[in-house]
């Protein structure tokens, strides 16, 4: 399954599917964009970042998409696991103050 | 290399009581942010120190809450006479020395619990 453009707060994804997980951010200054994945108990671990002067960047699995026109930030996830079950987070900053979203919560289907 | 290490990993505490919480941050890197995570939101930023400095503390409440990252030693965070209220997690980040924006690796976090 996927959502394009509009952020929800849960996701819930068929095992080889691919996940779109959308994050709209507010400040025009930011410049600097991170994805960070929680799993319960667990603290925020780094996925994929992107700078301003990029709107595309792919890591293993994962792509980061960034549109500054409209301020915001997506995450592909290609051929979803049981192991993507977790709560995933969008982070800006324009210095070093992370701001996060609000979370997406994916549940991958068997 | 160890990543970010902190401890304790939950903290128990009765309403008045201190809480420290400690940060170890990653081989090599000098700069320690601490984050305040409540039940289903983000992590909200509280303070960035370096080694015996606080470059940033705008987002610690200006009342029971310090920290300070000394010269030898992990970074800690010191909330006293507790409140139900700081029942939170509390997330240590830390990153590598440089003037560009590096990214901030967290750690397990501490998740302190008021009664």
């Known amino acids: 399954g996927e959502s394009v453009g509009l952020h929800l707060p849960t996701l819930s994804v068929q095992e080889g599917d691919n996940s779109i997980i959308n994050c709209a951010y507010s400040n025009s200054a930011s410049d600097y964009f991170i994805w960070y994945k929680q799993e319960s108990g667990k603290g925020p671990q780094f996925i994929i970042d992107?700078?301003?002067?990029?709107d595309k960047r792919q890591g293993q699995r994962v792509t980061v998409l960034l549109n500054k026109t409209v301020k915001h930030l997506s995450l592909q996830i290609a051929a979803t696991q049981p192991g993507d079950s977790a709560v995933y987070f969008c982070a800006e900053t324009p210095d070093y103050k992370l701001s996060f979203g609000a979370g997406t919560t994916v549940t991958v289907r068997a | 290399n160890a990543g970010v290490m902190q401890n304790p990993r939950h903290l128990v505490r009765r309403r008045g009581q201190e809480a420290r919480l400690r940060c170890s941050p990653m081989?090599?890197?000098?700069?320690v942010y601490w984050y305040r995570q409540l039940p289903e939101e983000g992590l909200k930023f509280m303070v960035y120190?370096?080694?015996?400095?606080?470059?940033?503390e705008s987002g610690m409440p200006k009342e029971r809450f310090s920290a300070e990252f000394p010269k030898e030693g992990p970074s800690i965070l010191r909330i006293q006479q507790v409140v139900r209220g700081d029942s939170a997690a509390y997330f240590c980040?830390?990153?590598?020395?440089?003037?560009?924006?590096?990214?901030?690796?967290f750690g397990p976090g501490t998740r302190l619990l008021v009664l």
């Open positions: 992107i700078r301003s002067n990029m």
């Open positions: 120190l370096q080694k015996e400095n606080i470059i940033d």
């Open positions: 081989k090599g890197h000098s700069h």
């Open positions: 980040a830390s990153s590598p020395p440089g003037t560009k924006k590096e990214t901030q690796y």
